[in-house]
């Protein structure tokens, strides 16, 4: 089959975006693969599939799978800017703010000027069988408001990480210096720990100041990426519920700056993202 598509950015974090809001798409994870792959196909960390939605008072559904294995994934935030500049760019939407449904939660998506967007990522979640995360034998270590749990890798080696989910597993751990951080080993040993049985996306965070921090994110089943859009979430919010940062916070990450604001009331406040989105290029390619 022949298959147009639009390749994007936010922060360098890149995507492969489909438009399938004429007519029904299926891709096997094969087809998934091929897309993502770097040599062999476009390349992406993530392929969008943007659908219609027949929920009332949803503008669209869109769905969202790992350019290296090809399994569908829950969440993307970076991902959910290059949609909504997607939708306007074809001409589907003129809205400035849109509803959009993914596999396990609505966001909404508000684009200002310049290629700006703003995404309400929904309120964080806490519970461990909704993250999910498995504590097992492991005790936390409490501050006044939230915990951070010691895990003891493979090796032995022992981190301690603040356990959220932003619609997809965070992991998120505190070092001195990104540059330096072991993110390549350390990563995957946290990715596939017992605790987490569906793997996790890891962030090494390093506070530069009370309303700016620089992150890396080892993300789930595709590696380290110039940025991760919920991973930004997940360290800012854990950084605020564990007293280290402000409620507005600018993230450099490796492909740019997001900033995420949370008031801190883990019961009703949303996640607000802002940053970049932009169009790379358009193709066409047979699969």
């Excluded at 639009?6 to 975006?17: C, E, P, R, Y």
């Excluded at 809001?21 to 992406?44: E, I, Y």
């Excluded at 909704?130 to 022992?158: K, M, Y």
């Excluded at 540059?179 to 596939?192: H, M, N, Q, W, Y």
Aim: proline share 6%; hydrophobic share 40%.
């Amino acid at each position: 089959m022949n298959l147009r598509f639009t390749k994007m950015q936010g922060a360098g974090n890149d995507f492969v975006v489909i438009d399938a809001t004429h007519a029904p798409l299926s891709l096997s994870p094969a087809q998934l693969r091929q897309l993502g792959d770097r040599r062999f196909g476009v390349g992406a960390d993530q392929i969008l599939v943007v659908e219609r939605s027949s929920t009332p008072g949803i503008d669209f559904r869109y769905r969202i799978f790992n350019g290296a294995s090809g399994d569908e994934v829950e969440q993307c935030g970076n991902g959910a800017r290059c949609f909504a500049r997607f939708v306007h760019e074809r001409g589907l939407s003129h809205a400035e703010r849109l509803r959009v449904e993914t596999v396990n939660r609505v966001i909404e998506l508000q684009c200002q000027p310049g290629g700006v967007v703003t995404v309400d990522m929904n309120a964080p979640v806490f519970e461990w069988p909704c993250v999910p995360f498995e504590p097992g034998g492991q005790r936390a270590q409490h501050s006044d408001v939230f915990v951070q749990w010691p895990l003891i890798l493979n090796d032995g080696t022992a981190v301690e990480v603040a356990v959220l989910s932003m619609g997809n597993p965070h992991a998120v751990l505190r070092v001195d210096d990104v540059d330096t951080a072991p993110v390549s080993t350390l990563g995957p040993a946290i990715e596939r720990h017992a605790c987490f049985p569906r793997g996790v996306n890891v962030g090494f965070l390093q506070v530069v100041s009370r309303s700016q921090v620089r992150l890396r994110v080892f993300e789930r089943d595709a590696g380290e990426t110039l940025a991760c859009g919920t991973g930004a979430c997940a360290a800012v919010v854990a950084g605020i519920r564990l007293g280290w940062l402000d409620p507005r916070v600018d993230v450099d990450t490796r492909g740019g700056r997001l900033t995420i604001e949370w008031q801190h009331d883990p019961l009703t406040s949303s996640v607000f993202m802002t940053g970049p989105a932009q169009t790379v290029f358009e193709g066409e390619i047979t699969l």
